[in-house]
T-cell receptor, first 115, second 115 residues
Framework: AQSVTQLGSHVSVSEGALVLLRCNYSSSVPPYLFWYVQYPNQGLQLLLK??????LVKGINGFEAEFKKSETSFHLTKPSAHMSDAAEYFCAVSGLTGGGNKLTFGTGTQLKVEL | DVKVTQSSRYLVKRTGEKVFLECVQDMDHENMFWYRQDPGLGLRLIYF???????EKGDIPEGYSVSREKKERFSLILESASTNQTSMYLC??????????????FGPGTRLTVL
């Protein structure tokens, strides 16, 4: 079975500081990994995804993530936080089951950005 | 622009009532999903459907059923609502079998309160 673990349910950074949100995965097959973001009172939207084409993946809004097989990690980073980045972030792993693909999500990390 | 809509943003029901949550997508997607989101637990898959009239249980199907009579519409049914089903419910869709790396597109969510 595939799973992801997000370390830190709440992360707080100052505006302009580095954002680092951690995600570790467990998978018996090469994983396909995703980061989604949820702004207040909205559904989830895709930030970026790893599909084995490149280990460093760039996403929207200046976010990127690096797939590290040796560390079973897919941490999300952004060099300089902005107030608008305050949201909940979910890491997810994709797997085939039955007739279709499904995502298994982590428990989420709430990012707070302070002035 | 892709779109997943859910019939209600907020819903309040009484214990024992039958509850219908509706989801519609306009992207001609094969796969549709129902999740519930609870603080500290992330998103958990209730049911998904990979074709009209086809369904498969997710991780927490107990107390729920689903219906997919048309490709664009996927309904979640709570046969007899209970207070422990108070939650945020998210619908998502994606392309068909084999598209394991495809993005899931989410609706805005329905916040259900069962009194």
């Amino acid at each position: 079975a595939q799973s992801v673990t997000q370390l830190g349910s709440h992360v707080s950074v100052s505006e302009g500081a580095l954002v680092l949100l951690r995600c570790n995965y467990s998978s018996s097959v090469p994983p396909y990994l995703f980061w989604y973001v949820q702004y207040p009172n909205q559904g989830l939207q895709l930030l970026l995804k790893y599909t084995s084409a490149a280990t460093l993946v760039k996403g929207i809004n200046g976010f990127e993530a690096e797939f590290k097989k040796s560390e079973t990690s897919f941490h999300l980073t952004k060099p300089s936080a902005h107030m608008s980045d305050a949201a909940e972030y979910f890491c997810a792993v994709s797997g085939l089951t039955g007739g279709g693909n499904k995502l298994t999500f982590g428990t989420g990390t709430q990012l707070k950005v302070e002035l | 622009d892709v779109k997943v809509t859910q019939s209600s943003r907020y819903l309040v029901k009484r214990t024992g009532e039958k509850v219908f949550l509706e989801c519609v997508q306009d992207m001609d997607h094969e796969n549709m999903f129902w999740y519930r989101q609870d603080p500290g637990l992330g998103l958990r898959l209730i049911y998904f459907s990979y074709d009209v009239k086809m369904k498969e249980k997710g991780d927490i199907p107990e107390g729920y059923s689903v219906s997919r009579e048309k490709k664009e519409r996927f309904s979640l049914i709570l046969e007899s609502a209970s207070t422990n089903q108070t939650s945020m419910y998210l619908c998502a869709s994606t392309r068909g079998l084999g598209a394991i790396t495809d993005t899931q597109y989410f609706g805005p969510g329905t916040r259900l309160t069962v009194l």
